[in-house]
């Protein structure tokens, strides 16, 4: 693995116009004189300088754009709606639990947990519990996605 590391290196140092690496940046946040740390691919021919127009990775700290809040907006309705069908499912139409039972289930399902103390009893809940977890699975993999 290292000799295959150190001859790419060699290979990509000898044509310095395509020679790229990966740099740490620390970046002086102006605001609250706070640092962090953003990593960077750097070409060559700037010498290995970061402009600070490269320095556009996605920030937890700083502002969102419109597309960042819309994707965060609608994992929140979809998790709510998701628990929201859980509670009037497991609560009100096949198993009667409390509302705390059928969150706690929804989450341990949603999650793909699964602990096995609260479990669906009736057929029918069993086959909703089927289609209910693999909706589960397809909001949380568009969540990661």
Avoid at 103 to 128: H, I, M, N, R
Wanted: net charge negative.
């Amino acid at each position: 693995m290292v000799l295959f590391g150190g001859l790419w290196s060699w290979r990509h140092s000898q044509n310095n116009d395509d020679y790229s690496e990966r740099v740490r940046v620390d970046v002086e946040d102006d605001d609250n004189d706070s640092h962090h740390a953003q990593w960077r691919t750097t070409n060559n021919h700037n010498n290995g300088a970061v402009r600070w127009d490269d320095l556009n990775a996605p920030s937890l700290t700083g502002r969102l754009d419109d597309h960042t809040r819309e994707t965060l907006r609608m994992c929140v309705v979809y998790t709510v709606s998701y628990l929201g069908l859980a509670v009037v499912a497991y609560s009100y139409i096949f198993e009667h639990w409390s509302v705390i039972d059928s969150l706690y289930f929804a989450v341990s399902t949603f999650t793909t947990v699964g602990y096995g103390d609260v479990e669906p009893k009736s057929e029918s809940s069993q086959l909703f519990t089927i289609v209910f977890a693999v909706y589960g699975v397809i909001i949380l993999g568009i969540f990661i996605g």
